[in-house]
Every structure is written in C-alpha cells, then in structure tokens.
T-cell receptor
C-alpha cells in the first residue's frame, strides 16, 4: 500500500503566482521529508527537505510545510516561473534507511 | 565533478535475456539504492545497500539481483524472471544513516524489452 501519496497528478499555475503542491503520508514514524524535481528521462534533483522536529523550512522561492497531526506535507513555490515546470515528487524516510516516494505532481507554469 | 553515473542510458533486451545496469558514484557515499519508475507509479525501491558486501531487498526485488563489492559501484541485474522489466531505472546514493541527508540520483537508464 502506498505510504506516501500525491493526490493531484497535475497542476497549472500562472507565472508569478504561487504553486502549492501537496503530499500525504500514512506512517507517523517518518522523520525526514524531501521534495524532488524531475524532468523527463532525467534523474530527480533535490529541492528542499524538512525534519519531523520542524514545521517549516524555507530556501529562496521554495518553502516546505509539515503538519504532523494531519500527516500532510506541502511545497510552496513563490513566485512560480516557467522553468519550474516539471514533475515534483515528495518523499519520506524512516531513520534514513529507506525512502518512500509519492506518485508525483506535474506542474505547468503558464507564461 | 562528483556525481553518479549510470550506463547505458538506453538499453534494449530480448525476452529471456539477463541485462546488467551499471551505477558508479564518486561521492564517497556508503549507501546506494536502485529505484524503478513506471508511469503513474512514482519511484519504487528495488534494492538498497548501506555498506559494502551487504544489501537489502526493497518493495519490488523479485526478478532483480545486485552486488556491492566496491563502495563506488552497485550494479543491478534484471533477470529473465522479471515479468515486466520495461521501465526507467534510477540509481541513487547518500551518506549512511543515521546521518540525515538527501538522495543523489543518477540520470537513469531506460530498459525496453522487445
């Protein structure tokens, strides 16, 4: 059964607006969460991470929010740029041994 | 530059043949991973290794085999027992747990069974 879920397969946003990508997980023992960006036929590239002891982490235009009670993770991109168009995967880890990935959300930023 | 190199990038195989995908890293990472990506299914873990000469099965290990004889290398063999081997395969590495840190991925290998 999928332990990490991304329920929105796709998202379209106007350039300059905020993109919000969501992720839900089932295992409350996950202690480390990550977001990756992926282009077709390439490997994923790391964007941002957050430890379970925090509820927010920010890096430039990217902010990740963690709501442990709701088992929910979100990535905010502000402002969105056309170069942000890609597939975004969230991932969760338990003690850093295994990483579980969601199914991805395809983001399209419209110029 | 440090990174992960996967080869070949594209590979075609006839049914019944075994094929080995190469993964080499020069990041001095202890842990290495193999994932498979299929459309709409995200990344699924095949095998992972935390240290040389040791590896563990992931969620979909059936029909695959690995070895970890050197820290830098973690080849994946797709055997004829794998029922649906056509997929995009990704190798990754990271510092060894419990130190936190992200996975670094290679560029991937696309395997097509004819």
């Amino acid at each position: 059964d999928q332990q990490v879920k991304q329920n929105s397969p796709s998202l379209s946003v106007q350039e300059g607006r905020i993109s919000i990508l969501n992720c839900d997980y089932t295992n409350s023992m996950f202690d480390y969460f990550l977001w990756y960006k992926k282009y077709p036929a390439e490997g994923p590239t790391f964007l941002i991470s957050i430890s379970s002891i925090k509820d927010k982490n920010e890096d430039g235009r990217f902010t990740v929010f963690l709501n442990k009670s709701a088992k929910h993770l979100s990535l905010h991109i502000v402002p969105s740029q056309p170069g942000d168009s890609a597939v975004y995967f969230c991932a969760a880890s338990l003690t850093g041994n295994q990483f579980y990935f969601g199914t991805g959300t395809s983001l399209t930023v419209i110029p | 530059d440090g990174g992960i190199t996967q080869s070949p990038k594209y590979l075609f195989r006839k049914e019944g043949q075994n094929v080995t995908l190469s993964c080499e890293q020069n990041l001095n990472h202890d842990a290495m991973y193999w994932y498979r990506q299929d459309p709409g299914q995200g990344l699924r873990l095949i095998y992972y290794s935390q240290i040389v000469n040791d590896f563990q099965k992931g969620d979909i290990a059936e029909g695959y085999s690995v070895s970890r004889e050197k820290k830098e290398s973690f080849p994946l063999t797709v055997t004829s027992a794998q029922k649906n081997p056509t997929a995009f395969y990704l190798c990754a590495s990271r510092v060894r747990a419990p130190v936190t840190g992200e996975l670094f991925f290679g560029e991937g290998s696309r395997l097509t069974v004819l």
